[in-house]
C-alpha cells in the first residue's frame, strides 16, 4: 500500500535507504563485504576503479541472500543507489571522497591510515554537521581497534595518562606499502601537553604480542594512532604508537619498495598498553589481539557501518573509535563476534 | 699509608653492608605464571 501521508513517505525513504556502499574490492574490502553478509546486511553496493576486480569480488560473495552488485562512483552517490553509508577500505587518500560523500548526506566509515589524510578527514567535522551525516575516522586494526581496546581498557581505571600501542604486520598490498612511507617519515607523539615528532624507524622497543605471534622490535612510525587516541581520550598525557620492522625495512624504506608487497600479510597483532590509577595505586593494562590485519580493519569497519546503518550510532559530525559519545564496548562485543579474538595480559 | 688506612675502612664498611643486605634483604620471585589470557566478550551495551 503505498504511503498517503508526507510522514509515511519519508519513513518509507527512510527505510528503503538501507544500503552500505563499500569503496575498494581489495584484500580489506572483501572482509568488509563477508562481515557485512554475517551481520544480515545483504545489500551491499561494490565499486571500484578496476571493474573487472569488482566484478569479480561481488560475484564471488553473492550467495544466498546476499546481494553485492557493482556500481560506479557516480551511482554511489545517486539518491536512486539509496546508499546510507559508504565504507572506504581504498588505498588513502579518503579525504576527497568523503567530501563528496558527506556533500550527497551518505555516513561515511573511513579506513584511512595515512597522517595527512586523517587530519583532513577530522576537518569535515563542520561539514558533516552541515549535511546531518556521520564521519568515523580510523575505523580500521591501527587505528579503529586500538581505539575500541583504549576504551575497553580506560573504563576499568579510575583515570589514564599513558598509551601506548604497538602493531605487527600488515593487510593488502596497499597497507604494506603504507607501512613502508611510514618508517621514512616523521614520528607523531604526545609528551606532557605538547606533539612531539621523532625520526621514523628510531625508538626500539621489543614489544609481546598475543601468541602465536611473541616479540618483535617495534620502532616509530608516522602512524595517526596518537592524534585519534588522543582525540578519544583528551585527558592522556602521553601516547606512543609503534609498528614493527625488520632491519631491511628499516633500512630500505627511504627507498622504492624493492619488491612488489604480497598479497596479503601474514597474521598480524596489535598491542595496546594503558597506563593510569585503578584502586588509588599506578597500575598498568595491556590488551591485544592476533589476527590478520586485514580481518580486524574489516570486521571494525563493517560493524561500525552496520552500527551506522541501524541508528546505534546516532551521532553526527566526524568522531573516531573509543570516543566516549560512541558505544565503543556494543561495537567491541560486535568485533569479537567477528572472529577476533580479544587477549589481556595478565600476571605481570 | 693514610691511603691505605682508608682503602681498608671503605671495603670494611661496603663488606658489612653486603652482609647484611644478604642477610636480612628480601628477595621477590619474578611471576613464574600468567602471561596472554583470552578475555571474553564485554557484555554491556554501553
Known amino acids: 500500500m503505498a ?6 513517505r519519508s519513513e518509507l525513504t ?13 584484500v580489506t574490502g572483501s572482509r568488509v563485504i563477508d562481515q557485512l553478509c554475517s551481520v544480515g546486511q545483504n545489500h551491499v553496493l561494490l565499486h571500484d576503479t578496476k571493474t573487472l576486480v569488482a566484478q569479480r569480488l561481488a560475484n564471488v560473495r553473492r550467495r544466498g541472500t546476499a546481494s553485492v552488485q557493482t556500481a560506479s562512483w557516480h551511482e554511489l552517490l545517486s539518491e536512486s543507489a539509496a546508499v546510507s553509508v559508504v565504507v572506504l577500505s581504498c588505498a588513502a587518500p579518503h579525504a576527497q571522497l568523503a567530501r563528496q560523500l558527506l556533500s550527497a548526506k551518505i555516513s561515511v566509515v573511513s579506513l584511512s591510515d595515512d597522517v595527512t589524510d586523517v587530519l583532513e578527514l577530522l576537518g569535515l567535522h563542520e561539514m ?26 580506560a573504563d576499568s581505571f579510575e583515570s589514564i595518562d599513558e598509551v601506548h ?26 609528551h606532557d601537553d605538547d606533539w612531539i615528532r621523532r625520526p621514523a624507524g628510531s625508538g626500539r622497543e621489543l614489544c609481546w604480542f598475543p601468541p602465536p605471534i611473541g616479540a618483535y622490535d617495534c620502532y616509530r612510525a608516522e602512524v595517526p594512532d596518537p592524534l585519534l587516541l588522543k582525540r578519544a581520550a583528551p585527558e592522556l598525557q602521553r601516547v606512543t604508537a609503534r609498528v614493527s620492522a625488520t632491519r631491511r625495512d628499516r633500512f630500505t624504506a627511504r627507498l622504492p619498495m624493492l619488491a612488489a608487497p ?18 588509588g595505586e599506578r597500575h598498568t593494562a595491556v590488551a591485544g589481539v592476533a589476527e590478520r590485519v586485514a580481518q580486524v580493519a574489516g570486521v571494525v569497519a563493517a560493524t561500525t557501518a552496520a552500527a551506522l546503518l541501524s541508528g546505534e550510532i546516532g551521532i553526527q559530525g566526524a568522531h573516531v573509535l573509543g570516543e566516549v559519545a560512541l558505544p565503543n564496548a556494543m561495537l567491541l562485543t560486535g568485533v569479537l563476534n567477528g572472529g577476533v579474538r580479544l587477549h589481556e595480559f595478565v600476571g605481570a | 699509608m693514610g691511603f691505605i688506612k682508608r682503602l681498608l675502612v671503605v671495603l670494611g664498611i661496603a663488606s658489612i653492608a653486603g652482609a647484611i643486605l644478604r642477610v636480612k634483604g628480601k628477595t621477590t620471585d619474578s611471576p613464574q605464571q600468567g602471561g596472554w589470557r583470552q578475555v571474553t566478550p564485554p557484555t554491556d551495551q554501553s
Open chain 1, 262 to 279: 604480497n598479497q596479503e600479510g601474514g597474521l598480524g597483532g596489535l598491542r595496546i598498553e594503558v597506563r593510569g590509577r585503578r584502586n
Open chain 1, 3 to 8: 504511503p498517503s501521508h508526507p510522514a509515511d
Open chain 1, 165 to 190: 600501542v604497538a602493531s605487527h604486520g600488515t593487510g593488502g598490498p596497499d597497507c604494506a606499502r603504507q607501512h613502508h612511507r611510514a618508517l621514512s617519515g616523521q614520528s607523531i607523539g604526545w
Open chain 1, 14 to 26: 527512510l527505510i528503503s535507504r538501507k544500503k552500505i556502499g563499500v569503496v575498494g574490492a581489495g
Open chain 1, 128 to 153: 558533516a554537521l552541515a549535511n546531518g551525516v556521520t564521519l568515523i575516522v580510523g575505523a580500521a586494526s591501527s587505528p579503529g581497534m586500538s581505539g575500541l581496546l583504549l576504551r575497553y581498557l
